[in-house]
């Protein structure tokens, strides 16, 4: 079991930066691949940015270029900095875990998912 905790979501400014974290309890954080989602208002949620256990990533074709995901695996946290935002960034961000692989960690195959926090990307 493992419980996830997101923090930093706030109001930016379109070309601005916010750095998402992660705290997850239980020891075997380290044997899970951690991804982050994100749902817009009125919208289905949608991957992000994914990375395994040993620190392969992988990103969503928007995001690419502007958003980096990081793990910490002493720490228990997965990072997710985004620079150059956009205001059609704006939504729910999540952090999810789950013990697949890269590809279907993207498509949502995650075990555990956290409470979300919110990014707002004004023009």
């Known amino acids: 079991q493992i419980q996830l905790v997101e923090s930093g979501g706030g109001l930016v400014q379109a070309g601005g930066s916010l750095r998402l974290s992660c705290a997850a309890s239980g020891r075997t954080f380290s044997f899970y691949t951690m991804a982050w989602f994100r749902q817009a208002p009125g919208k289905e949620r949608e991957f992000v940015a994914v990375?395994?256990?040993?620190?392969?990533?992988s990103y969503a074709d928007s995001v690419k270029g502007r958003f980096t995901i990081s793990r910490d695996n002493a720490k228990n946290t997965v990072d997710l900095q985004m620079n150059s935002l956009k205001p059609e960034d704006t939504a729910i961000y999540y952090c999810a875990a789950g013990r697949n692989g890269l590809i279907r960690a993207q498509g949502g195959a995650m075990d555990f998912w956290g409470k979300g926090t919110l990014v707002t990307v004004s023009p």
């Open positions: 990375i395994s256990w040993s620190g392969s990533t």
